[in-house]
């Protein structure tokens, strides 16, 4: 069984309802596939009505607020992240990290993170068909899937490891007194 991954608030700015109606699309092509989503908030009752709305209960589940979250990355085959509105993600980071091949929506500073086709797919906000079109894409190409994980991990060490973020805010606190 592959397994798509997201983790995040079950909040509205994280656009899982998107997540859920790409999975409609992506579970009837691939009967071997299920989503997993991480984390709680006030839109988890909504979707997991949703879920059962769109006939794919059975392939989602909801784990709520879980503290082993490297454990949990571990088993997933994708991350996807489908914010309609976003920061900079540590979630997103954390799944590079975790050599995840990793789908994300074009929100907030993911741009800067994910360049398109090199280190993982871009797609737009509020795009379902989009998310879809991106995970069958993954699910279809393991080789080009592996490519964005191995490119994911190599960003994520050489520009956002906990020394290279120290360094930057270090350089920034010594601008700043100068």
Same mark, same amino acid.
């Given at each position: 069984?592959?397994?798509?991954?997201?983790?995040?608030?079950?909040?509205?700015?994280?656009?899982?309802?998107?997540?859920?109606?790409?999975?409609?699309?992506?579970?009837?092509?691939?009967?071997?596939?299920?989503?997993?989503?991480?984390?709680?908030?006030?839109?988890?009752?909504?979707?997991?009505?949703?879920?059962?709305?769109?006939?794919?209960?059975?392939?989602?589940?909801?784990?709520?607020?879980?503290?082993?979250?490297?454990? #949990?990355?571990?088993?997933? /085959?994708?991350? +996807? *992240?489908?914010?309609?509105?976003?920061? $900079?993600?540590?979630?997103?980071? %954390? =799944?590079?990290?975790?050599?995840?091949?990793?789908?994300?929506?074009?929100?907030?500073?993911?741009?800067?993170?994910?360049?398109?086709?090199?280190?993982?797919? #871009?797609?737009?906000?509020? /795009?379902?068909? +989009? *998310?879809?079109?991106?995970?069958?894409? $993954?699910?279809?190409?393991?080789? %080009? =899937?592996?490519?964005?994980?191995?490119?994911?991990?190599?960003?994520?060490?050489?520009?956002?490891?906990?020394?290279?973020?120290?360094?930057?805010?270090?350089? #920034?606190?010594?601008?700043?007194?100068?």
């Amino acid at each position: 069984n592959r397994v798509i991954g997201a983790v995040g608030g079950l909040k509205i700015e994280k656009g899982f309802l998107y997540l859920l109606k790409a999975a409609k699309g992506v579970t009837a092509l691939y009967k071997d596939v299920s989503f997993l989503f991480v984390g709680n908030g006030d839109l988890k009752e909504s979707l997991i009505q949703q879920s059962s709305a769109l006939g794919i209960a059975e392939k989602v589940v909801f784990a709520g607020r879980r503290e082993d979250i490297p454990e #949990l990355l571990s088993i997933m /085959d994708i991350y +996807a *992240l489908s914010s309609i509105k976003e920061g $900079l993600p540590m979630a997103l980071l %954390e =799944a590079m990290a975790a050599k995840k091949p990793v789908i994300a929506t074009r929100v907030g500073s993911v741009p800067n993170v994910i360049q398109d086709g090199q280190n993982g797919l #871009l797609i737009a906000k509020a /795009d379902a068909m +989009a *998310l879809q079109t991106a995970i069958c894409r $993954l699910l279809e190409n393991p080789t %080009e =899937a592996h490519r964005f994980a191995q490119a994911g991990y190599d960003t994520v060490r050489a520009f956002y490891s906990s020394e290279i973020m120290c360094k930057k805010y270090m350089d #920034l606190y010594q601008l700043s007194f100068t």
